[in-house]
């Protein structure tokens, strides 16, 4: 995790740019980290001279430091900000996570595709270079917000927050985050989102739950991507979603093929019933 390997800390190197809906250059720049504060001298001196050494009679003075609060504390705080900022605005929001290539972006972009007159989508992609998984979604007519976030390998609460700026939320039903392609840092870091949905594909293997539990146990749902493949790959279906139960049961789930719309019904009709909870209208079966 981030918290334990350090790239989550402040000071950690990479540099966040946040590029507003639309195409054009970034209108700002923001580190995604602050850098570190100079030292406050938080040391006790064995001498009156920093830096000499101490003498047999005299041995270096050590002081003990507990740190109480949660390194994750500010995150929390802003992603709870933030999550009171979406309800207020009854605006549905999705955090989108899984290993690279599991297929996120054409997901969503053909989640946009089939939702056009019954939702209206925006996204904020999170991407360590480029812009062209923003570029794809564009091409959909949706408005799209990119953060580029150098070596830092997840998001965080206050680069939604910042990102989100370039968005007319009034305008939108739904807001979906593509996070990181990553697994493990992700994880940790609550963006105030309403569903965190966790992407498997049917060519990465059925344990990817196993060897990742902790972001598969977070999930609120869990889809399995590429089904079309799933002969080709030897994918063991019954063995996957028997992981999934392991870790993820409390998930709700989906099997999907973006590319051939198996499955792409049922997740967007669940995104409009949750949508529609959300906005405090009837339920359509009522």
């Known amino acids: 995790m981030c918290v334990e390997c350090g790239c989550g800390l402040p000071g950690a190197p990479g540099e966040v740019q946040i590029h507003p809906a639309g195409p054009g250059p970034a209108h700002s720049h923001h580190h995604g980290h602050p850098r570190p504060a100079p030292h406050g001298h938080e040391h006790d001196h ?10 047999k009679d005299q041995p270096r003075a050590e002081r003990t430091v507990g740190i109480q609060r949660s390194l994750l504390e500010k995150n929390d705080r802003i992603a709870e900000r933030n999550r009171g900022f979406f309800q207020a605005k009854r605006l ?6 899984s290993s690279p290539g599991s297929g996120k972006t054409t ?3 053909k ?4 939702l056009a007159g019954r939702l209206r989508l925006g996204v904020i992609v999170g991407d360590l270079a480029t812009e062209n998984d923003a570029n794809r979604l564009r091409s959909t007519g949706i408005p799209v917000v990119q953060i580029t976030t150098g070596s830092v390998c997840h998001l965080e609460a206050d680069m939604v927050a910042r990102a989100m700026t370039g968005l007319d939320l009034d305008a939108l039903d739904v807001l979906v985050i593509e996070n990181v392609g990553n697994l493990v840092c992700p994880a940790s870091y609550d963006l105030g989102e309403a569903l965190r ?5 049917v060519t990465e293997g059925e344990d990817k739950p196993l060897k990742y539990p902790t972001m598969f146990h977070s999930a609120t749902v869990a ?3 590429k089904t079309d493949l799933a002969e080709a790959a030897g994918f063991d ?7 999934l139960g392991r870790i993820s049961h409390h998930a709700r789930r989906f099997e999907v093929s973006s590319r051939t719309g198996e499955g792409m019904p049922d997740w967007c009709d669940y995104l409009v019933e949750r949508r529609r909870e959300l906005a405090g209208a009837p339920a359509a079966h009522s």
Request: net charge negative; charged share 10%; aromatic share 0%.
């Open 237 to 243: 279906r019954e063995q996957a979603i028997a992981n």
């Open 197 to 201: 949905v966790v992407l498997m594909s």
């Open 46 to 55: 064995a001498h009156d001279h920093p830096g000499a050494a101490p003498t």
């Open 111 to 114: 989640t946009a595709e089939a």
């Open 107 to 109: 997901l969503i972009q």
């Open 223 to 225: 889809v399995i991507t």
């Open 92 to 97: 549905l929001v999705l955090n989108v996570l």
